[in-house]
């Protein structure tokens, strides 16, 4: 739990939404981070300590499976400003834990590495997605979480 606290603090001096680093910080009578928002850093957090495992292949089910119990709140975590949450969001929501089921199938079907390469960069493309039509300020950050495939 400490160790979890001391992440999401880490990571709030990174987020937001917003493009420009510069941008104004939070509302400050708003300090606390939306649901969301605080689901979103955990997410980023577990996802970062994964990409190593990733590439080097030892990946486990039960990282797999804790994740998808962690990240499920997305569907209904409150978000900052409901007013910018479009109809596609259900659906990415969707596609993001059915890409998590992908990967855990990878890793229990024993596949190769390079298969669970590509079923954990699949779950990275699906915050791709949903971040571009949603909250683009993170994209870079989130691109940077692909695990390198063995063939580059
Ligand atoms: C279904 C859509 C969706 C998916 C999938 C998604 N995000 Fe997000 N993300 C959002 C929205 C919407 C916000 C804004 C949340 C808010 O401010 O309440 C957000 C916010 C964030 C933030 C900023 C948090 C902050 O402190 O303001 C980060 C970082 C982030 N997401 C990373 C990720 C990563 C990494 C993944 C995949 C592992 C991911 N997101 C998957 C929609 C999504």
Redesign the pocket.
Known sequence: MLKLTLALAA??LA???NQEPSAPKRNPRLPE??A??AT??A??AD?EALKIKAQEGTLTLADVESLRMA?ES?KTDQ???PE??KES?PG??EA?LANLDNLYQAIKNQGDVEAQIEAFNA??S??ES??QQ??P??LE??GG?KAATLAS
């Open positions: 990571l709030a987020a937001s939404c981070p939306s969301l928002a979103m850093q997410m980023t996802m990240h997305i978000p900052t400003k910018d949450i969001f990415f929501a993001y779950v990275i699906t915050c949903c971040h949603h909250c300020g993170p950050r989130i979480i």
